[in-house]
């Protein structure tokens, strides 16, 4: 039996079970059904993770929105892999406990072999022994996510993935992202590696879907001006990928609402995937391997960011 804090409570919606955190530094929601955060408030300021008002939560599916953990791959694996982003998303995880003090409060969860069913959709492809533990962490003005993955088998294990947090910013024509025009990328709507750029600013304009690698795989931030707010946003990962459907996508999926890409942008957290061309990470047995994605809500601090002779 797991003793709670008295910010840290379970609850049983219709949605499936959630532990829901509401402590004086913000309040989130998190989903067993894939360890899936849905909801992050920080204190005083609104929610800053998208979700579809058309989301699916049965067994099985894959929530829509929030922060989706895609492992033991990302999209297809190397090219046909179902499900898409892997099993851990549609699976039920483990609540391993929470801790608070006056300054913070985080939740743990986990996943391992032992609880999935023999038949769980791509588990064929992936039958390795491994543990994950997904730790979130709110404080005042951040939400820290870190996806630990454990080999724990006698067998090398390959692994990719990412936290594929789902922002909600306003509106994607207001929108302006800093910091990905040093990194190269690969660009999955051309199919074509891009070239760092001299726009210190990008503008989401259509669809996009791109594949950024971070120099020497060290951690990553960008900055996310939204129509009302700031966020940091800093990987600790290789890759940071940048997802926005445009029209014409959103409206062909039936968990998103055919104008939901107007106000919601991914920034993810990632591993090494086939589309980057250095897929798998392999973990020798007993190693371990994190991916931290870090959010930062802040007041606007262009002063800092103006360059010099702008
Ligand atoms: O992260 C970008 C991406 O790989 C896109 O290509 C798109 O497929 C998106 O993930 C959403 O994937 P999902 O399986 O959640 O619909």
Redesign the pocket.
Known sequence: MITLPHSVRFAHPETGPVVEVDHQVGSARIHLHGAHLTSWRPCGLGEQLWMSSASEFGPGA?IRGGV?ICFPWF?MGPGDWEP??GFARRVRWRLLGARQSRDEVTVVLALDERDLAADTPGRDRWPYRFGLEFEVTLTATDLRMSLLVTNTGDEDLPVSGAL?TYLAIGDITATRIEGLDDLTCFD?VSGTALAPTEEPELAITAQT?RVYVHPDGAAHQVTVRGQHSTLRVRNESSHT?L?NPWQDKAEA?GDFPDDGWRDMV?L?AALPMEASGDWPVRLQPGAEHAVVQQLRVGSDDRRARIRPGS
């Open positions: 894959a989706p999209a898409q982003h594929h999955k879907d990928v997802w999926m991914c993810e």
